[in-house]
């Protein structure tokens, strides 16, 4: 025992606060800590998040899961399946018109190439203003503005889409190596020549992979814009949750999930090859 | 390509004078570059008909967006901004055309945005303490046995195939409309994610940290708490940060759904056609995610700073 706190002296001696640390310091993290528990606790009660409105909530759960086995389409695969490939459709629509938009973009917005700063700044800012949108909420507006279908979804998740690429492409744009552009200039090829030897082969898989990225995500945002109205798998979803027909729900969940699934496996060999 | 033009000199180089050698290099060479061709030719039309297809499927050609598509999109737009008059700018409520008018519900508006940073925070919260504890099973390096961290990761994975919303409307069918839903959508999908991610920062960790506590008589947890903990808890916040930006905005979308926030009064404003409300309410969601995209990235540069000095 004394060996032990011989130790403990030695090392109060060496490096004294981690032994016992200051009365202050040690209230204050203690402070800090009840007033975050504190804080959160009052948001929990803000948003009447008591144990009875759980326990209810997940009893009802309880009830709908029990009604979604088995999983049943009663009838509606080809239909179900029809709105999958739209939905897909609609991303993949969604993603190279993004890729036609962002593309100017995201060379405007790359230092390397456009050098007046003011155009940078502001291309630059006003991507980083219109990524804080919602594809949700781009899709609102354009189905005020299209009308029901999935032609609103797909210009909604081209909107969404589009500053985050743009971005991205700038980014891949800045990070190349400017080194085999002027071998080919200093070797005598004009600037058309060292772009498309010395550049593009250095950012076009960068790009490709993360479009292939985009449509993956795609697949996701599209199957939520059919919950408000445009079109594809979230409506066939958001119709039958609607009806309570649980048994349907479960069958379509499963089968999105299996597409999501395959999707991102095929994107995934195919970035894999790229890169 | 390569390959091939290795397998196309079968006969022994040495008999052949450098005339033949070349000639045979230029035309196995020729050869490769044509079938590379059609290789690319094959891709490119599948691609085309893929894409065709697509734009079939979704519309694109078919669409009838009214005559002058542009001149109504440029229309509606109009209707989006609203009508501002310079003179009576800073005039109340009643008055037609002040800031006032356009905002006319500020403060229930100010009050969904709150209970939408709520529904973030309290599902960030919730999520990143369920997933610490996952996080263990789900890392190679920490998991009692691999069957499960083979399950925790296939369900973590599993549920983050499926979209907040969608997860979020069948909870209100099950907790009726408000923000219940949303924060146990909201807790789901940040569980899963972050399971995922604290999961990779352990595998990440120096285990020998947790050798040296081990041989010196540390118990498991005593590993993780002095071993494991310190290093990838500046790693964990970071990512928790980035998380509940993630969360306000997906918290703002779910109200559209009814599950509560900021998104209840978008989608009601849309229902009654008030296009100019719907921008109001569009800017204060932006404006809130970019003070707090500042916020948080200014907080996860110090976080990262002390990583790098510990």
């Known amino acids: 025992m004394t060996a032990r706190s011989d130790l403990i002296e030695q090392a109060s001696l060496i490096a004294p606060n981690s032994v016992h640390q200051p009365l202050m310091s040690r209230i204050g993290r203690w402070g800090l800590g009840f007033g975050a528990v504190l804080l959160f606790g009052w948001m929990c009660h803000n948003l009447e998040l008591r144990v009875d ?12 899961t029990k009604a979604m086995f088995p999983p049943f389409a009663n009838g509606a695969e080809l239909k179900i399946l029809q709105a999958l490939l739209v939905t897909l459709a609609m991303a993949m629509t969604g993603t190279i018109m993004g890729i036609v938009v962002a593309l100017p973009l995201g060379s405007v917005g790359a230092k390397n190439l456009i050098r007046n700063p003011i155009l940078h700044f502001a291309v630059r800012r006003t991507l980083d203003f219109l990524r804080g949108v919602p594809v949700l909420v781009w899709a609102l507006i354009m189905i005020s ?29 800045e990070n190349s190596d400017p080194r085999p552009s002027q071998a080919i200039l200093a070797s005598g090829g004009n600037r058309l020549e060292a772009m498309r030897l010395g550049l593009l082969p250095q950012v076009v898989p960068v790009m490709a992979s993360q479009s292939l990225y985009t449509l993956e995500s795609n697949f996701r945002h599209a199957a939520i814009l059919g919950v408000v109205g445009a079109g594809g798998i979230g ?41 | ?95 037609a055309g002040s800031l006032a008018f356009w905002f006319y519900d500020l403060d229930l508006w100010l009050k969904l945005l709150a209970e939408t940073v709520q529904i ?15 996080s263990f099973l789900a890392a190679r390096n ?64 120096d285990m020998h940290q947790l050798e040296a506590l081990q041989s010196a008589g540390g118990n498991w947890w005593q590993q993780l708490r002095f071993g494991l903990i310190p290093q990838v808890l500046p790693t964990m916040a970071s990512y928790s940060l980035l998380r509940l930006e993630i969360n306000v905005g997906a918290a703002a979308a779910l109200g559209i759904v009814g599950a509560g926030g900021i998104g209840v009064e978008l989608s009601r404003a849309i229902t009654f056609t008030e296009f100019d409300t719907y921008f109001a309410v569009l800017l204060l969601i932006v ?24």
């Open chain 1, 235 to 275: 409506f066939e979803l958001e119709e039958r949750i609607r009806i309570f027909a649980f048994d349907q729900v479960a069958w379509i969940v499963v089968a999105y999930v299996a597409s999501v699934t395959l999707l991102d496996w095929i994107s995934s060999q195919l970035r894999s090859r790229l890169i």
């Open chain 2, 142 to 205: 920490l998991t009692p046995a691999p069957l499960i961290y083979w399950t925790v990761r296939r369900t973590s994975e599993l549920v983050r195939t499926l979209p907040d919303i969608i997860v979020a409307l069948i909870l209100v069918a099950a907790f009726g409309l408000g923000p219940i839903p949303g924060v146990i959508a909201l807790t789901l999908g940040t569980t899963a994610s972050l399971t995922k991610l604290f999961a990779e920062a352990n595998e990440a960790a």
């Open chain 2, 1 to 95: 390509m390569s390959k091939s033009i290795d397998q196309g000199s079968p006969s022994d180089p040495a008999s052949l004078s450098l005339e033949q050698i070349v000639e045979n290099f230029e035309a196995e060479r020729s050869r490769a570059l044509r079938r590379g061709r059609l290789f690319q030719l094959v891709q490119v039309l599948c691609l085309t008909a893929l894409l065709s297809g697509a734009f079939q499927a979704s519309g694109l050609f078919s669409s009838y967006l009214g005559d002058g598509a542009i001149g109504r999109i440029a229309d509606f737009l109009a209707r989006l901004l609203p009508k501002l008059q310079a003179d009576h700018l800073f005039a109340d409520r009643a008055t």
């Open chain 2, 287 to 310: 404006g809130l995610i970019f003070v707090l995209d500042l916020t948080s990235e200014a907080i996860r540069h110090r976080l990262m700073g002390v990583e790098q000095a510990a």
């Open chain 1, 145 to 173: 503005a299209f009308g029901l279908g999935p032609i609103a979804g797909v210009i909604a998740l081209a909107l969404a889409d589009f500053p985050h690429l743009a971005k991205q492409f700038a980014e891949a744009l």
């Open chain 2, 120 to 134: 973030a925070i309290v599902a960030t919260v919730l999520g990143a303490i369920f997933a610490l504890p996952l």
């Open chain 1, 53 to 64: 409105v759980l326990v209810r909530g997940f009893t009802k759960l309880g009830t709908l």
